[in-house]
């Protein structure tokens, strides 16, 4: 018997899933090109791109790895580099391209390797070589295949990366990162391998968040900042440890995101989120002030958007004769894609459309932005999508998604998942609880250990908002839905308000505190007991939290996805839940990828996923 190798068509919804996305884009040296990635087949890969003014070009792809090859940057001799992990373990090895041969410059696959700056010496990168808690920071001298690393930094605690490197590369400017509230920023003598605390004095024990943008000059620095503010302002720190406002900028009303520039031209660009849209604005910046102020006029209303390691951590850059701004922007009905700006004459164009797959995208919906007053009076967003078509009698049914992070926003962006449910008949909830980016300090640490349910309990919250006021969803049919962070969420929403839910999706889920911080890789503990409470001293509120305690409340049925190489929540997260519900007799399915981490990263595994909890919410919803 002969088997057919027809391939069988992807159907409407599987096609959702598809729609390609392309990100990351970093300048060649000396050429209108840029590198970026897309994953147009099925997983991140690196490609190149000629940018010719209104013109369509064809990419060049440049990686063919079976797993994902991401966040790609052109060096200052125009050699590229990028990172690719093995089934999802995010164990980054460093690559480069030599000819048309790809050459690894890092080799220790039990190790995590990050580039974190390019400067005309080399390139900079954090690894866990010799300790797997801590991150050093090493240089690797241009050119890349004819030297070895150097070690510059091995940090006492927090995760340390160089952010900004001196002209004359006798300084490099840190960043420690001590929780999602709080950074500080160091200044490392290179050849002494000396460190000085810029902003320890400053701040004392108050979280406040730092990020180093350029050097004004020799000894000041621009840079963003919630000292003395709610937002993240921009702000001018000097080297002696002073911290100034901007004359001109005024009060801050919304939080600075991400910031580009080049060492050619006096103009910094930066971008605003305002309620998860970008405001993008240039100035030419001196140490008292700043003039030139412009916004960037824009063809649409979108979000200027970024990922890590995982994909691209470059939402924004410029070219280097500082004509070209490259771009990273979304929206709803625009899938993810890099846009160039012409900043002479300020002319917008995609550099390459993505494909839509064979959908029209007029079928793609747009979200409208509410808030609803929780609890204590905090005021809480959330974007809220219905399906095209006609309504249900009682309404549409409805997916609550909620993010992850905690640190971490839902935006008006194009989002494949979103788009699919909606073309499956469900209306979509993305909520933006307490604990949030983008809203300022005081909203994102209203959830901070023993303050964690609060976050729930905003959940809760804006059900109760829809069943009074929102007739297009059907409030006994809710779904609560969420990866990682918002994975916990739809435990903790299941078990602490369990007579709202018809069914929970949790993907790479929290399930019990304790277990999750012995368990997750020993770099990132630390950085996790910030946020949720340490082992040490906050074991009673770890414990209190933690939805495993609680299953015996939980009503709904479960699905359930996890990756196998996940080192930030271990399969043992899902396992022990998983295995709690199904002695207690509760409907519970565990689907598990023994080729993925944190997440799904593979198209043919998102298809596979998503396809599989459609059928089982069209069964049990």
């Known amino acids: 018997?002969?088997?057919?190798?027809?391939?069988?068509?992807?159907?409407?919804?599987?096609?959702?899933?598809?729609?390609?996305?392309?990100?990351?884009?970093?300048?060649?040296?000396?050429?209108?090109?840029?590198?970026?990635?897309?994953?147009?087949?099925?997983?991140?890969?690196?490609?190149?791109?000629?940018v010719i003014k209104q013109s369509a070009v064809f990419p060049l792809r440049i990686t063919y790895e079976e797993d994902r090859c991401t966040d790609p940057r052109y060096m200052h001799d125009g050699s590229l580099v990028f990172c690719k992990d093995c089934r999802g373990n995010e164990n980054f090895q460093i690559g480069t391209i030599a000819g048309e041969e790809v050459v690894w410059l890092t080799s220790s696959p039990e190790a995590k390797h990050l580039p974190t700056y390019s400067s005309k010496r080399g390139l900079y990168y954090i690894a866990n070589l010799s300790n797997s808690s801590r991150l050093d920071t090493y240089r690797l001298n241009l050119p890349l295949l004819e030297n070895e690393p150097d070690l510059l930094l091995e940090p006492d605690e927090g995760l340390v990366t160089v952010r900004l490197v001196s002209n004359d590369e006798k300084y490099a400017v840190l960043d420690k990162d001590i929780g999602a509230s709080q950074q500080e920023l160091m200044l490392l003598d290179i050849e002494s391998r000396t460190v000085m605390n810029l902003?320890?004095?400053?701040?004392?024990?108050?979280?406040?968040?730092?990020?180093?943008?350029?050097?004004?000059?020799?000894?000041?620095?621009?840079?963003?900042?919630?000292?003395?503010?709610?937002?993240?302002?921009?702000?001018?720190?000097?080297?002696?440890?002073?911290?100034?406002?901007?004359?001109?900028?005024?009060?801050?009303?919304?939080?600075?995101?991400?910031?580009t520039w080049v060492a050619e031209s006096e103009y910094t660009y930066w971008t605003y989120n305002d309620e998860g849209y970008s405001a993008i604005y240039r100035g030419r910046f001196k140490?008292?002030?700043?003039?030139?102020?412009?916004?960037?006029?824009?063809?649409?209303?979108?979000?200027?958007?970024?990922?890590?390691?995982?994909?691209?951590?470059?939402?924004?850059?410029?070219?280097?004769?500082?004509?070209?701004?490259?771009?990273?922007?979304?929206?709803?009905?625009?899938?993810?894609?890099?846009?160039?700006?012409?900043?002479?004459?300020?002319?917008?164009?995609?550099?390459?459309?993505?494909?839509?797959?064979?959908?029209?995208s007029r079928d793609f919906v747009d979200c409208t932005l509410h808030r609803v007053k929780s609890f204590d009076g905090v005021s809480v967003p959330y974007f809220h999508y219905v399906p095209l078509g006609r309504m249900p009698e009682r309404g549409w049914p409805a997916i609550f998604m909620i993010h992850g992070g905690p640190e971490s926003q839902k935006r008006p962006e194009f989002d494949p998942v979103i788009q699919f449910w909606l073309c499956a008949g469900f209306a979509v909830v993305t909520p933006n609880i307490r604990g949030s980016t983008g809203y300022g300090k005081t909203y994102l640490n209203l959830d901070d250990k023993d303050k964690r349910l609060g976050a729930i309990h905003d959940i809760k919250e804006i059900v109760t908002h829809i069943k009074q006021h929102d007739y297009e969803i059907d409030i006994s049919r809710l779904v609560v839905f969420g990866g990682s962070y918002g994975g916990f969420a739809v435990l903790s929403a299941m078990t602490e308000y369990p007579e709202i839910w018809k069914a929970g999706v949790d993907i790479v889920g929290i399930s019990n505190f304790v277990t999750f911080l012995q368990n997750t890789a020993p770099w990132r503990r630390k950085l996790r007991e910030a946020e949720y409470g340490s082992l040490d001293h906050d074991l009673e509120t770890l414990i209190r939290i933690s939805p495993i305690h609680k299953v015996d409340k939980i009503q709904a049925p479960l699905f359930i996805i996890q990756g196998d190489n996940d080192e930030r929540v271990p399969l043992s997260e899902s396992l022990q839940i998983y295995e709690k519900l199904r002695l207690r007799g509760i409907p519970v399915k565990l689907l598990r990828y023994a080729d993925e981490g944190h997440g799904l990263a593979k198209l043919q595994n998102r298809i596979d996923a998503w396809t599989k909890v459609l059928q089982w919410l069209e069964e049990v919803v």
């Open 287 to 360: 140490t008292d002030g700043v003039d030139a102020v412009k916004q960037v006029k824009t063809p649409y209303r979108w979000a200027v958007v970024s990922g890590d390691e995982r994909s691209f951590n470059r939402s924004i850059s410029m070219s280097l004769d500082a004509r070209f701004l490259a771009l990273t922007v979304s929206s709803p009905t625009m899938p993810t894609n890099i846009w160039i700006c012409d900043v002479t004459d300020g002319d917008m164009w995609e550099v390459s459309p993505v494909s839509l797959c064979g959908l029209n």
């Open 1 to 50: 018997m002969y088997l057919s190798s027809v391939v069988e068509p992807p159907t409407r919804l599987e096609r959702y899933l598809a729609i390609e996305t392309a990100g990351g884009p970093s300048w060649h040296p000396i050429s209108d090109r840029i590198a970026y990635v897309s994953n147009v087949t099925g997983t991140f890969q690196v490609y190149t791109i000629q």
């Open 199 to 259: 902003t320890k004095d400053l701040t004392g024990e108050r979280p406040t968040r730092w990020e180093a943008i350029r050097f004004l000059g020799r000894e000041h620095l621009l840079v963003t900042t919630d000292h003395n503010s709610d937002f993240n302002r921009l702000a001018v720190l000097s080297l002696s440890g002073d911290v100034m406002p901007i004359p001109g900028l005024g009060k801050p009303k919304y939080e600075v995101e991400h910031a």
